[in-house]
């Protein structure tokens, strides 16, 4: 907050004084969980409770969270009224303030090189007005149709990147255990059938590629406590709706394994280490 006010960021005392202020035409929020994202709009001093209407009429809401919650929240925003003093949007309420989903994907190095992709759900004319703001930050901004299909999309690319991640340091730490070097390992399944973001992008095995957690003891990266969240979401979701998801379900007892064992704030890579006992080093 000090080092955003240094540069020209207005702090507001709570959100209702943020939802209050004359300027403010959009808001953009992104918490750990659905119980945060809870009380920052609809609690006592959340930011549908602003008096006398609500000043920003476009409110995006790029948490992770389940999509009834999501879904909740956009009836909420359209109970809302606005200030007689707000701004709508091009395809926005001029009655009410319009709240789209739109969680991201594509981890640190994404928000860093601003090439997220966002997964919206919402009014098709709100997520239209969102996205200039959202390109800001990301390169894909993806129209999933209505609200809480966002929250629906992250959870399903959620659910494959825990069994993925899960399933290279499965691999790489088997061949490593076979006399394979785990970087020529790598190589392989970038240019073969077991390619994928997990392998490619943020390779568990430390020594293999730069900058990734794997090369910082697994620090600054995607925790493991946050991995265990979006599963339960997956989890929650699928009993929901009747579907099985048996991969997901052990995914997600295994990065748990190294919440409880190595701490919540670990990078999910380093299931590689702390459950599979994996290192850089191969097996003669």
């Known amino acids: 907050m000090e080092e955003a006010c240094k540069d020209g960021a207005e702090a507001a005392s709570s959100p209702v004084d943020m939802a209050s202020q004359e300027g403010v035409d959009i808001i953009i929020t992104m918490l750990p969980s659905a119980q945060h994202v809870w009380e920052v709009y609809c609690g006592q001093d959340g930011i549908l409770k602003a008096k006398g209407g609500v000043r920003p ?3 995006i809401d790029s948490s992770t969270i389940d999509p009834p919650t999501a879904r909740e929240l956009n009836a909420a925003g359209t109970a809302a009224a606005l200030h007689h003093d707000a701004r709508p949007c091009s395809g926005c309420s001029a009655a009410h303030p319009t709240l789209i989903d739109a969680p991201v ?3 640190i190095t994404g928000a860093s090189k601003a090439t997220l992709t966002f997964m919206c759900g919402g009014e098709k004319g709100a997520v239209a ?3 200039p703001y959202l390109k800001l930050m990301g390169k894909n901004i993806v129209n999933c149709g209505q609200s809480g299909n966002g929250q629906a999309a992250k959870v399903c690319n959620n659910l494959v990147l825990g069994v993925s991640m899960a399933a290279v340091a499965e691999g790489l730490a088997l061949g490593s255990k076979l006399g394979l070097d785990p970087k020529l390992l790598s190589d392989i399944f970038n240019s073969s059938s077991a ?3 997990s392998s490619d992008s943020y390779n568990p ?3 293999v590629m730069e900058g990734v957690p794997a090369s910082k003891d ?5 925790a493991c406590k946050l991995m265990s969240k979006d599963l339960g979401l997956a989890a929650a979701a699928a009993q929901h709706c009747g579907a099985k998801v048996p991969m997901s379900e052990e995914a997600a007892r295994l990065y748990q394994q190294v919440v409880d064992a190595e701490g919540a704030d670990l990078d999910f890579g380093s299931v590689f280490k702390h459950v599979y006992n994996g290192t850089s ?3 003669v």
Request: charged share 15%.
């Open 57 to 59: 009429a476009l409110l």
């Open 105 to 107: 994907s594509g981890g």
């Open 129 to 131: 007005a969102a996205e």
């Open 195 to 197: 390619r994928c973001w």
């Open 205 to 207: 095995c430390p020594g």
């Open 218 to 222: 697994y620090k600054g990266g995607f």
């Open 281 to 283: 080093t191969m097996h």
